[in-house]
């Protein structure tokens, strides 16, 4: 399994933005499709969005769509997810994703 390393998450108002970062190593980076979730308190864990190992192929969740971006650095094994326009509703811990390998995960708080 690979193993996989957010950063970038914090508080911020709604409207406000935050990137999000996921670092990989022990695993072929440029193999896989990668892909965010999130977990709300007392929620089970969603899919936010998700890129094909060319990174030409993005896919969001409707509760996204037009207000977060997705993109992978294969030199740098990095995966990001640009966040904004935020809502309180986007609240979670977001997790990384690489086949059946997770990271830690990272809080996002959106505030009203």
């Known amino acids: 399994q690979a193993r996989l390393v957010e950063s970038g998450g914090g508080s911020v108002q709604a409207g406000g933005s935050l990137r999000l970062s996921c670092v990989a190593s022990?695993?072929?980076?440029?193999?896989?499709?990668m892909g965010w979730f999130r977990q709300a308190a007392g929620k089970e864990r969603e899919f936010v969005a998700n890129?094909?190992?060319?990174?030409?192929?993005?896919r969001y969740s409707d509760s996204v769509k037009c207000r977060f971006t997705i993109s992978r650095d294969t030199s740098r094994n990095s995966m990001y997810l640009q966040m904004s326009n935020l809502r309180p509703e986007d609240t979670g811990i977001y997790y990384c994703?690489?086949?059946?390998?997770w990271g830690q995960g990272i809080q996002v708080t959106v505030s009203s």
């Open positions: 890129i094909d190992r060319t990174g030409w192929m993005p």
């Open positions: 994703n690489m086949y059946d390998s």
């Open positions: 022990g695993g072929s980076f440029g193999t896989w499709t």
